[in-house]
Nanobody, 126 residues
Framework: VQLQASGGGSVQAGDSLRLSCAAS????????MGWFRQAPGKERVFVAA????????YYADSVKGRFTISRDNAKNTMYLQMNSLKPEDTAIYYC????????????????????WGQGTQVTVSS
């Protein structure tokens, strides 16, 4: 199983980016796919998740209203549309997945995801 993240880059505050995460080797149609990020010197934290079995989405408070997670099942690819980017969004963004269903309270923990992409750098300058 491989998760390939892409779409990062360097942008100005207020700009938009769309990250992609292509999965190969298996589908996660009954599980969860999500995004985490890690800023320099900080821990990796939850950004957003999509629970395919119930088709609902969850976001960290810091990105609500600005970021949108979506999935193209035919392409086995997940996206993170990031609008109104801020300098504090600067981080390496990682996609993650598990084939298991997760309850809402479990979405935020790194250890509940079994597969990880390599990360893509997002840099937002003011």
């Amino acid at each position: 199983v491989q998760l390939q993240a892409s779409g990062g880059g360097s942008v100005q505050a207020g700009d938009s980016l769309r990250l992609s995460c292509a999965a190969s080797g298996r589908t996660f149609s009954r599980g969860v796919m999500g995004w985490f990020r890690q800023a320099p010197g900080k821990e990796r934290v939850f950004v957003a998740a999509f629970r395919w079995s119930v088709r609902d989405t969850y976001y960290a408070d810091s990105v609500k209203g600005r970021f949108t997670i979506s999935r193209d099942n035919a392409k086995n690819t997940m996206y993170l549309q990031m609008n109104s980017l801020k300098p504090e969004d600067t981080a390496i963004y990682y996609c993650a997945a598990t084939a298991r269903g997760l309850i809402v309270s479990s979405l935020y923990a790194i250890g509940n995801y079994d597969y990880w992409g390599q990360g893509t750098q997002v840099t937002v300058s003011s």
